[in-house]
């Protein structure tokens, strides 16, 4: 909620009266008639009358003498001791600490003026200066005790200049760390700078900055989801933002709020920072979001109850000030779905591989010799072998095809040289490593390259020499041998299913391996290589597999290695054409859960965010349920865990296409009080605090809102652009539901006790 500004003010109003002469009597009855109506409009709002004041009277007739002697409506006057509306009353009585001053000046008119239109005189100046916002902000502002009024009738124009001088006894709260606020202006002692034009439509991002304040341990921090954001609102050097540290005992009941006399700030002001600093210190491992250092708690203030404000700095000036309230938020879950799962009509092996293990070389660029020497499990009972062995794609593909040919022969010769048996089948694969690569590729965000010939793809590489190139191309040249081990398992042992899948793998007899998985599945037991590094190929190669491997993997996603899960769920979006209806479920399915689980982090890593294919790569998965009449609970996921994708990648267009598209179900479905109770909280997720009071206010005006509706629509009444009447009612509404959860969110955010209703009733009702 933003705090008002109590200042003194630059505009002006024309008022249509004026005549040839202003007697004493006149002025006294225009006095007379402004003091009743500003009073009258003070006590509406809750604030406490002022008080005429002859100190202030001279001041204000001072300066009125000033205007029309100059023929000029200002706040300054030429010499210095006169200046300002401060430097003026002070010429009278240093009693005021708080300043303001209203003006303007009348139209001409003729005489003689009656006592009726006299009334109507200052009836048109009240209602000029309350049709002016600024204007209307000193009239209503409780941090003036005081007022008075000069006149003065101008001869040769026929107007009448008026003043409206108030004053204030404030409060000045001790430990400033800065003698001027730090060089910052208030809005009206810098007329070249207009805080309304370079705030335009911003001002929502500037409440939203103000609750998104940390303390951790001494420093505050700032985390917004959307630096870019922040940017177009903290746009030129001298734009910046400055935190305020208010303590709770600044709102102690039995008395008036202890906010400070400055027109900058209410507690303590911290040191601004500035855009360059901003930006500059941007702790955050995405690309996108800003994790920034904005001040230092003072050792004076540790272990106090405090809350801290924002201000907002626009060239230099106080554009805005926002203080934070708790907004109770939460995202929708993924629906669960039951993945499919098929079984098969063919008999179980009970001799067949009973094992494997897989052997590694790593391969220094252009030599033929690894350079670890691995050790083997077992040199015995070995059924057979796989070599794969690969040459990174830099240099020349004629080049390259030697060494991975002479790796291959490298690794035969080593692991002939371990095991017993030499007359084993072997089977080898020598091949530059362009899967790897691709992969690689799409990870460091390099998609554009992936459609283009290989050397073009070869000759990007070989000009970057980066420190993670180096990585990539050292991973490509890890080779392989996999050994596989026979023996025979009885159908009442363990390892039973898991022979027989192995089996199935290494004979391509997908119907085993698929009756396998089924009971697998039903057992509810897990995969023992899923955990590694690298499954078999045939997972990625066989359509065949798809339904039940993605079952498997569904069911204990949480567990298995979700590098390789992610590289499955990659591989088959690309060739989804060749997919049952059934494999295409499970694996959109996959894709949400995998996309929501390496996002459920606030500020994820930009390479973990190039691990997940992009949406828009998913189609011919999502073509079977974008036109049905009603949404499938996978749609909905992929919705669901997509919507941070796009926070995360600030596609903004995307992001809102598929919030609608979550509002919209959410709303279709929203039959009891507490569905839309859960709508609520995703619209606060997502800051659309204004969808959320509107919700719910329909709700709490037909009288079906319940308990937890009524406190978060109490939450978001603070920052929705509300009447004070209905913020009146709802806060009664949430007392009456739950008179301690109300006082403790009162507590909680004590700055709610700006507000006067909140205040009163506050202690009055928890202060016991």
Known sequence: MRNKWFIGLLFFSIVQFSFAQLKVSDKREIRKQLFKKINTLRKS????????????????QLHADYMQKNSDLTHEQRVDSLR???????????????????????????????????????HEMFIAWKNSPRHYANMISDNYTHGDFGFTYDKRTKRIYAAHVF???????EGQLSENAFNIQAPEDNEAVDCFDLMGRKQNIAINLGNAVSIEGKDILLYYHDKCIVADLIENEDDGIAIDILLKSQFACGKKNQLDVSKIYDGVLLKPVYKKELFGNNQSKSAYRLITKIGELPDEFIGKELQISMLLIKSGVKCDYNYPISISRSDYE????????????????????????????NFDRDEINATNAPELLASTGIHSMDIKSYSSVEGNETANKALHKARAAYIKKYMLFKIENKDIPITSDAKENWELCKIQLEMFGLESLLDKEKQVIRSYINKNSTSEWKEALAKQRVSKARIFYTGKVANSDELFLEMNLLTGLKSKNYKLVNKTLYELYKADKQVSFFYESEWFSEFLEAPELVTNTSAMLLKDVKFYNTEMIVVYVRNWLKKASKLSKEATENLLNLYAITTDKLLSYWDVEAEKIARIMHPDKTVLLLENYDSSQETHPLLLNFHIATINYYSHVRDTKKLIYAFQFITKYYKGKALTIEDEVKLALFFNHWSSFQESYDLLVQSFHKKTINKEGVFILAEVAMLAETDQKIIKSIMQKAYEQDPKRWCAMIENDFQLLRNKNIKNNYCKKCSK
């Open 167 to 173: 004053g204030g006894i404030g409060v000045t709260i």
């Open 45 to 60: 709002k809750g604030v406490p009358a002022l008080i005429l004041h002859p100190d202030l009277e001279k001041a204000a």
């Open 84 to 122: 300002t509306p401060k430097k003026r009353i002070a010429q009278f009585s240093e009693k005021f600490n708080v300043f303001g001053e209203n003006i303007l000046y009348t139209k001409p008119t003729k005489t003689p003026i009656k006592k009726g239109l006299l009334k109507r005189i200052a």
């Open 334 to 361: 993924l629906v669960a779905y039951p993945p499919n799962i098929q079984t098969e009509t063919i008999d179980f092996v009970t001799e067949g591989i009973v094992g494997m293990e897989d052997v590694y070389f």
